[in-house]
């Protein structure tokens, strides 16, 4: 019964592979989104969707792209992956994609690039 | 620029012991703000979600306060207990025409010993 999961939770590859993450919810939200979390342990925003629709999209590198199949999935998928892209990748859903309503988070998928 | 800042950085208490958490703000235009438990290795949890006419809101031992003249916002944790060792976020929420956007401060790490 679990609201937001991703998968994998752990990700290792090397500098160059593309990559993709993905997440699901199962709590009838119509907004999602992608944020990562880096060394220094601030989450910032990337990417949000309202139903399937690219809401917000943050000075993200064009590597990343994210893609909506339907409202309850969100995925990231990576290019030409880099050192700097090392970090925790949360996903999150809401009702609403103005920032009224509470945000639920999945577990989290930490990417190291070697 | 919007920006979220908190202090302490860290924290270290004995079990049973209270403790304030602070934030001052940045962030405009202000939609409401939030205060997220992130223990290590899992995604943010919501604890309170304050809009600017709230000046308080508790979610059992915790108590969230706000003064939105200041912009500034405190989290007082009561009677802790080994458990609430975690990351504590304050997040503002700024909603734009185009949607809502997350603005996280860097957390403060609260250990309670026993």
């Known amino acids: 019964d679990t609201a937001v999961s991703q998968t994998p939770k752990y990700l290792v590859t090397q500098m160059g592979n593309d990559k993709s993450i993905k997440c699901e919810q199962n709590?009838?939200?119509?907004?999602m989104y992608w944020y990562k979390q880096d060394s220094k342990k601030f989450l910032k925003i990337m990417f949000s969707?309202?139903?399937?629709?690219?809401?917000i999209n943050e000075t993200v590198p064009n590597r990343f792209s994210p893609k909506s199949p339907d409202k309850a999935h969100l995925n990231l998928h990576i290019n030409s992956l880099e050192l700097g892209d090392s970090a925790v990748y949360f996903c999150?859903?809401?009702?609403?994609?103005?920032?009224?309503?509470?945000?639920?988070f999945g577990p989290g998928t930490r990417l190291t690039v070697t | 620029k919007n920006q979220v800042e908190q202090s302490p950085q860290s924290l270290i208490i004995l079990e049973g012991k209270n403790c304030t958490l602070q934030?001052?703000?940045?962030?405009?235009?202000?939609?409401?703000l939030r205060w997220y438990k992130q223990d290590t290795g899992r995604g943010p949890v919501s604890l309170t979600i304050?809009?600017?006419?709230?000046n308080t809101k508790s979610n059992g031992r915790y108590t969230a306060t706000l003064d939105a003249d200041t912009k500034q916002s405190s989290l007082h944790i009561t009677a802790s207990q080994l458990s609430d060792s975690a990351s504590y976020i304050c997040?503002?929420?700024?909603?734009?025409?185009?949607?809502?956007?997350?603005?996280f401060g860097q957390g403060t790490e609260l250990s309670v010993k026993p």
């Open positions: 969707y309202n139903n399937k629709e690219l809401i």
């Open positions: 997040v503002v929420s700024a909603t734009y025409n185009q949607g809502g956007k997350l603005i």
């Open positions: 934030c001052n703000y940045t962030v405009s235009p202000f939609s409401n």
């Open positions: 304050m809009t600017f006419s709230e």
């Open positions: 999150a859903s809401s009702h609403g994609g103005r920032g009224f309503y509470e945000q639920y």
């Open positions: 709590l009838g939200h119509d907004t």
